[in-house]
Protein backbone atom coordinates (compact mmCIF):
# COMPACT_ATOMS: atom_id res chain seq x y z
CA UNK A 1 0.00 0.00 0.00
CA UNK A 2 1.31 3.09 -0.81
CA UNK A 3 0.70 6.49 1.08
CA UNK A 4 2.84 8.78 -1.28
CA UNK A 5 0.82 11.97 -3.48
CA UNK A 6 0.40 10.33 -6.70
CA UNK A 7 2.73 11.30 -9.86
CA UNK A 8 2.11 14.20 -11.30
CA UNK A 9 0.12 16.08 -8.87
CA UNK A 10 -0.03 18.93 -6.90
CA UNK A 11 0.44 17.87 -2.61
CA UNK A 12 -3.09 17.64 -1.76
CA UNK A 13 -2.43 17.25 1.91
CA UNK A 14 -2.43 21.10 2.59
CA UNK A 15 -4.74 23.45 4.15
CA UNK A 16 -6.15 23.49 0.76
CA UNK A 17 -8.19 20.55 1.14
CA UNK A 18 -12.08 21.21 3.09
CA UNK A 19 -13.38 18.75 5.41
CA UNK A 20 -16.18 16.93 3.02
CA UNK A 21 -18.36 14.14 4.23
CA UNK A 22 -20.91 12.55 1.21
CA UNK A 23 -23.41 9.54 2.40
CA UNK A 24 -23.99 6.43 0.46
CA UNK A 25 -26.15 3.47 -0.12
CA UNK A 26 -23.60 0.70 0.01
CA UNK A 27 -26.28 -1.89 -1.22
CA UNK A 28 -26.40 0.32 -4.28
CA UNK A 29 -22.97 1.45 -4.38
CA UNK A 30 -19.77 0.01 -4.14
CA UNK A 31 -17.76 1.36 -1.02
CA UNK A 32 -14.47 1.51 -3.46
CA UNK A 33 -16.71 3.57 -5.97
CA UNK A 34 -17.97 5.99 -3.54
CA UNK A 35 -14.25 6.54 -2.34
CA UNK A 36 -12.86 7.24 -5.78
CA UNK A 37 -15.77 9.67 -6.43
CA UNK A 38 -15.59 11.14 -3.58
CA UNK A 39 -11.71 11.97 -3.62
CA UNK A 40 -12.31 13.28 -7.44
CA UNK A 41 -14.60 15.72 -6.22
CA UNK A 42 -12.74 16.85 -3.59
CA UNK A 43 -9.35 17.25 -5.76
CA UNK A 44 -11.52 18.91 -8.40
CA UNK A 45 -10.42 15.54 -10.88
CA UNK A 46 -11.53 13.10 -13.47
CA UNK A 47 -11.68 9.83 -11.39
CA UNK A 48 -9.95 7.93 -14.12
CA UNK A 49 -6.68 11.05 -13.65
CA UNK A 50 -6.61 9.53 -9.99
CA UNK A 51 -4.29 6.62 -9.09
CA UNK A 52 -6.07 3.03 -8.94
CA UNK A 53 -7.39 2.91 -5.54
CA UNK A 54 -5.83 -1.08 -5.30
CA UNK A 55 -2.09 0.83 -5.65
CA UNK A 56 -3.32 1.91 -1.60
CA UNK A 57 -5.80 -0.21 -0.55
CA UNK A 58 -7.35 -3.51 -1.61
CA UNK A 59 -10.87 -2.23 -2.86
CA UNK A 60 -12.34 -5.49 -3.22
CA UNK A 61 -11.77 -5.88 0.56
CA UNK A 62 -13.61 -2.86 1.46
CA UNK A 63 -16.40 -3.54 -0.75
CA UNK A 64 -16.85 -6.90 0.94
CA UNK A 65 -16.35 -5.36 4.64
CA UNK A 66 -18.90 -2.68 3.88
CA UNK A 67 -21.25 -4.51 1.85
CA UNK A 68 -22.09 -7.11 4.20
CA UNK A 69 -25.70 -6.97 5.13
CA UNK A 70 -24.97 -6.97 9.07
CA UNK A 71 -21.58 -5.00 9.22
CA UNK A 72 -21.90 -2.99 12.22
CA UNK A 73 -19.09 -0.96 13.93
CA UNK A 74 -16.82 -0.83 10.53
CA UNK A 75 -14.61 2.04 10.21
CA UNK A 76 -11.72 2.49 7.56
CA UNK A 77 -9.40 4.95 7.71
CA UNK A 78 -6.12 5.49 5.17
CA UNK A 79 -4.41 7.97 2.77
CA UNK A 80 -5.30 7.56 -0.99
CA UNK A 81 -4.15 10.36 -3.52
CA UNK A 82 -2.82 12.16 -0.78
CA UNK A 83 -6.04 12.90 1.27
CA UNK A 84 -6.66 11.30 4.19
CA UNK A 85 -10.43 9.53 4.01
CA UNK A 86 -12.69 7.58 6.50
CA UNK A 87 -15.50 5.62 5.39
CA UNK A 88 -18.02 4.07 7.93
CA UNK A 89 -20.49 0.97 8.02
CA UNK A 90 -23.47 3.78 7.71
CA UNK A 91 -22.22 4.84 4.38
CA UNK A 92 -20.93 8.13 5.07
CA UNK A 93 -17.32 8.86 2.89
CA UNK A 94 -14.89 12.00 5.02
CA UNK A 95 -12.34 13.48 3.23
CA UNK A 96 -10.61 15.32 6.19
CA UNK A 97 -8.12 18.50 5.87
CA UNK A 98 -4.78 18.07 6.87
CA UNK A 99 -4.16 18.08 10.56
CA UNK A 100 -7.73 17.14 11.70
CA UNK A 101 -7.99 13.74 13.56
Same mark, same amino acid.
Given at each position: ?? =????????? +?????? =???? &???????? &??? #???V?? /?? #?? *??? =??N???? *??? @?????????????? &???? /?? *?? @? /???? /???? #????????? +???? =??
Amino acid at each position: MD =ERPYEGSED +HQGSDI =EHIQ &NEYDWSST &NPS #VAIVET /VA #VT *LNR =EPNKLPP *LYD @FIDPDAIDALLSRP &NSRG /VH *LS @F /VYAG /VRIT #VDDDGTVTI +HPRG =ED
